[in-house]
């Protein structure tokens, strides 16, 4: 791999990371681990009993988790590319969640299903034509 040189190379980005803003540790634990299926890859406090910032993940999809307010307001959205959308349905179909059983619409874009996290967040799921 070559280092990166910023005087003779353009700047090269990776895929964007969204930060959801969360209240209650707890509940967002419920719902993106157990309910979604994610998993932990790190956990930052500056001290004990100080607001949780985590990158959680599932498959190429990173979500950042924030309890710090200034962060990140609540109801933002996030656009996450899937296959196998009817499957992810139906295994959080199965997991009888009773604050979601969320279905798949047809869009001219694809196939969307739009996930509403406890603090207004939107997850769109979506498999791409």
């Given at each position: 791999m070559?280092?990166?040189d910023p005087k003779s190379q353009p700047p090269r980005f990776a895929m964007p990371v969204p930060i959801?803003?969360?209240f209650d540790e707890a509940l967002a634990?419920?719902?993106y681990i157990d309910f979604l299926g994610?998993?932990?890859k790190w956990e930052h406090r500056f001290a004990p009993?100080?607001?949780l910032y985590a990158e959680i993940a599932r498959g190429g999809a990173v979500l950042h988790l924030t309890g710090h307010n200034g962060d990140a307001s609540p109801g933002a959205a996030a656009y996450l590319p899937v296959?196998?959308?009817s499957a992810f349905r139906d295994a959080?179909?199965?997991k009888r969640n009773p604050n979601a059983r969320p279905?798949?619409?047809t869009r001219p874009w694809g196939d969307e299903m739009i996930v509403i996290d406890p603090f207004s967040n939107r997850l769109r799921f979506c498999e791409e034509r």
């Open positions: 070559r280092n990166f959801f803003r969360i634990r419920s719902f994610f998993r932990v009993g100080r607001p296959e196998g959308l959080l179909h199965a279905d798949i619409e």
